[in-house]
């Protein structure tokens, strides 16, 4: 599986947006690209995911590089409630197995 | 519909006891996967399941570990004689069977082995 390199963490301040960095410099053609973040004490949640071109729902927005070797999630106003752990994960389209590998992730502090 | 439905939410079990873990996953999945969550660590993979099969267990320990996913009725992760070390959150997902598509996670067993 390709791997994924993120910031140990990240802080906001309320209402202001979030840009959360991924790296993933071996990406193949196959690899959907997947964010998922988890509250504390919960399981992880779906946030958003794309292949190619850049990608907008209710939660957030996603951002790839021309080259998809970059990728960037975007928060648009932060709120308390958004702290959280956020993992970037690439997901092969082609392989057997669909499974999620999970990094270690971006700790997001919101500060009020 | 209903999301991803794990039960017991706690459970505590005495060394050398066995564990029983179910999911339910949302109607219409037939993907289940199972992932382990140590104290303070991430989310490691262990077991992914199609109904009646196991199609990938690269993530689980060797010994007394093992996930049924039956033709009717909830995916079982099953811990036989567990240990101190097999305190964690265990959680499942499922998704539909196209890769692409979000998998949906339930809120965990937090197992303690005493």
């Known amino acids: 599986d390709a791997k994924t390199t993120q910031p140990n963490s990240m802080e906001s301040n309320e209402e202001e947006p979030v840009h959360l960095p991924c790296n993933h410099s071996?990406?193949?053609?196959?690899?959907?690209i997947h964010w998922y973040r988890q509250l504390p004490s919960q399981g992880p949640e779906y946030v958003i995911h794309?292949?190619?071109s850049n990608v907008n729902n209710r939660m957030a927005s996603l951002a790839i590089a021309e080259d998809r070797k970059s990728s960037t999630l975007i928060l648009h106003r932060a709120t308390l409630r958004d702290a959280a752990v956020y993992y970037c994960i690439l997901r092969d389209v082609s392989g057997a197995t669909n499974k999620l590998i999970f990094g270690t992730g971006t700790l997001l502090a919101v500060q009020p | 519909n209903a999301g991803v439905m794990q039960n017991p939410r706690h459970l505590v079990r005495r060394r050398g006891q066995e564990a029983r873990l179910r999911c339910s996953p949302m109607?219409?999945?037939?993907?289940v996967y199972w992932y382990r969550q140590l104290p303070e660590e991430g989310l490691k993979f262990m077991v992914y399941?199609?109904?009646?099969?196991?199609?990938?267990e690269s993530g689980m320990p060797k010994e007394r570990f093992s996930a049924e996913f039956p033709k009717e009725g909830p995916s079982i992760l099953r811990i036989q004689q567990v240990v101190r070390g097999d305190s964690a959150a265990y959680f499942c997902?499922?998704?539909?069977?196209?890769?692409?598509?979000?998998?949906?996670f339930g809120q965990g067993t937090r197992l303690t082995v005493v």
């Open positions: 997902a499922s998704s539909q069977q196209a890769v692409e598509t979000e998998a949906f």
């Open positions: 071996t990406i193949s053609g196959t690899d959907y």
């Open positions: 109607k219409g999945h037939s993907h």
């Open positions: 794309g292949l190619t």
């Open positions: 399941l199609q109904k009646e099969n196991i199609i990938d």
